[in-house]
């Protein structure tokens, strides 16, 4: 990790978020109390910034100098707001296409997702604010620099952002291996927002309920699911495959 990857201390935690910095989350140790961690609290509840109480030890695995139990980890790139892009994506006259990452916390499959992403033209990636991977180095460096490129929206939940999605005109669609209904066979020539579980717990049950479709790739071997990576590679292009069909259908 690198120095300029975090900010310790609780007055320079502080001013970073009055500055308007973006903070991925903050470290902060758990029998840590008084009045600047207290409007240090109030800062992060005010700003909805994550905050993780830890052990001190972990703190010090960090950093070795005077953190007075507090670091934040900075974002590697500036979020965008959903609520913002969707109305702007529908402005520039675009046919929308997002895609929903719903508990993946393994960098690797993020960063290789969002590679896929970018190459494809996917508008915008959506990650929820707990329980997800986030925007850090390794996530950039794994990206090939893609996650420079592509906006993230990370959102307070998943649930919301899907909600969202749906009460803005797009199709939700979930993959899942347990799904009956070949990918290849839903229409995706629609403002689509594809939504992809962790390769552990999948989609969260609640997600699924307002899912409008459910999808799966055949699979022939004794293996049952694809890497997450791979599964979103398949069905990102599948939807880019069925775009330029459609355009060439037009012309």
Same mark, same amino acid.
């Given at each position: 990790?690198?120095?300029?990857?975090?900010?310790?201390?609780?007055?320079?935690?502080?001013?970073?978020?009055?500055?308007? /910095?973006?903070?991925?989350?903050?470290?902060?140790? $758990?029998? @840590?109390?008084?009045?600047? =961690?207290?409007?240090?609290?109030?800062?992060?509840?005010?700003?909805?910034?994550?905050?993780?109480?830890?052990?001190?030890?972990? @703190?010090?695995?960090?950093?070795?100098?005077?953190?007075?139990?507090?670091?934040?980890?900075?974002?590697?790139?500036?979020?965008?707001? @959903?609520?913002?892009?969707?109305?702007?994506?529908?402005? %520039?006259?675009?046919?929308?296409?997002?895609?929903?990452?719903?508990?993946?916390?393994?960098?690797?499959?993020?960063? =290789?997702?969002?590679?896929?992403?970018?190459? =494809?033209?996917?508008?915008?990636?959506?990650?929820?604010?707990?329980?997800?991977?986030?925007?850090?180095?390794?996530?950039? /460096?794994?990206?090939?620099?893609?996650?420079?490129?592509?906006?993230?929206?990370? &959102?307070?939940?998943?649930?919301?952002?899907?909600?969202?999605? $749906?009460?803005?005109? *797009? /199709?939700?669609?979930?993959?899942?291996?347990? %799904?009956?209904?070949?990918?290849?066979?839903?229409? *995706?020539?629609?403002?689509?927002?594809?939504? @992809?579980?962790?390769?552990?717990?999948?989609?969260? %049950?609640?997600?699924?309920?307002?899912?409008?479709?459910?999808?799966?790739?055949?699979?022939?071997?004794?293996?049952?699911?694809?890497?997450?990576?791979?599964?979103?590679?398949?069905?990102?292009?599948?939807?880019?495959?069925?775009?330029?069909?459609?355009?060439? &259908?037009?012309?």
């Amino acid at each position: 990790m690198q120095p300029t990857d975090y900010i310790f201390g609780i007055r320079a935690v502080i001013e970073a978020i009055e500055a308007g /910095k973006e903070i991925d989350k903050i470290m902060m140790k $758990k029998d @840590l109390t008084g009045d600047l =961690a207290a409007e240090l609290l109030e800062l992060t509840r005010q700003h909805r910034i994550v905050v993780q109480r830890v052990p001190g030890e972990r @703190l010090n695995r960090i950093t070795r100098k005077n953190h007075q139990g507090v670091i934040a980890m900075m974002s590697a790139v500036e979020y965008h707001r @959903l609520d913002h892009l969707v109305p702007q994506l529908f402005e %520039a006259g675009v046919l929308p296409f997002i895609v929903v990452l719903d508990g993946i916390t393994d960098v690797r499959n993020f960063g =290789a997702i969002a590679r896929t992403c970018e190459c =494809a033209g996917v508008d915008a990636i959506v990650i929820p604010r707990h329980g997800s991977v986030s925007v850090g180095g390794d996530a950039i /460096k794994t990206s090939a620099g893609a996650l420079h490129h592509i906006p993230v929206c990370r &959102e307070a939940s998943t649930l919301s952002a899907i909600r969202l999605l $749906k009460d803005s005109g *797009y /199709k939700i669609v979930a993959v899942s291996e347990k %799904a009956d209904i070949n990918y290849t066979t839903t229409d *995706y020539t629609v403002p689509t927002a594809l939504v @992809l579980g962790a390769e552990d717990t999948g989609i969260s %049950a609640d997600v699924l309920r307002q899912c409008d479709t459910f999808v799966s790739i055949p699979m022939f071997g004794n293996i049952e699911s694809l890497n997450v990576s791979v599964a979103a590679g398949v069905l990102i292009y599948e939807v880019v495959r069925q775009r330029l069909q459609a355009d060439m &259908e037009v012309i």
